[in-house]
């Protein structure tokens, strides 16, 4: 990652694993449900999934890159907090990926919509077969569960 001249590589290590961890709760994990009336139903801890430590990487290497100061920044460093957030798109694009080799097996082919976070539910509906195809289709004019605030 780039991060300019480090001024304390452990503490950018770390900044780097915290983003990437809130990057994957964002991408895979963190879905927030609204009634039709607009009551929030996960609102905390209890009813609304973050990453915990058992969801990050057995293995998670992180390579700072050498010799890329910033030259208009304080002891030529660089941003550290945001840019690793992103990363985790990489988690999502993977599974959408592996989505699409399960559909090829079954014999799906073609565009199909996945909408981020990737749930296990959302996973699951994407890859169609008898259980799957048991779920009747989403009726567009009735009010929504899922309603994005």
């Not at 567009?140 to 605030?149: I, L, Q, Y």
């Amino acid at each position: 990652m780039d991060v300019g001249n480090s001024i304390n590589p452990a503490i950018d290590i770390g900044q780097i694993e915290g983003g990437f961890a809130q990057g994957l709760g964002l991408f895979t994990l963190e879905e927030t449900v609204v009634s039709p009336k607009g009551f929030m139903f996960s609102r905390g801890p209890g009813t609304y999934k973050i990453p915990s430590f058992s969801d990050i990487p057995m293995e998670f290497n992180v390579a700072l890159l050498r010799s890329a100061p910033n030259e208009r920044a304080i002891y030529s460093s660089k941003a550290i907090g945001e840019p690793p957030l992103f990363l985790a798109a990489s988690v999502f694009f993977a599974i959408k990926d592996a989505i699409t080799a399960a559909r090829a097996d079954a014999g799906v082919t073609g565009v199909f919509r996945l909408d981020s976070p990737a749930t296990v539910e959302r996973i699951r509906m994407a890859c169609p077969d008898q259980l799957t195809r048991q779920v009747p289709p989403v009726d567009v004019k009735a009010p929504s569960w899922s309603v994005r605030p």
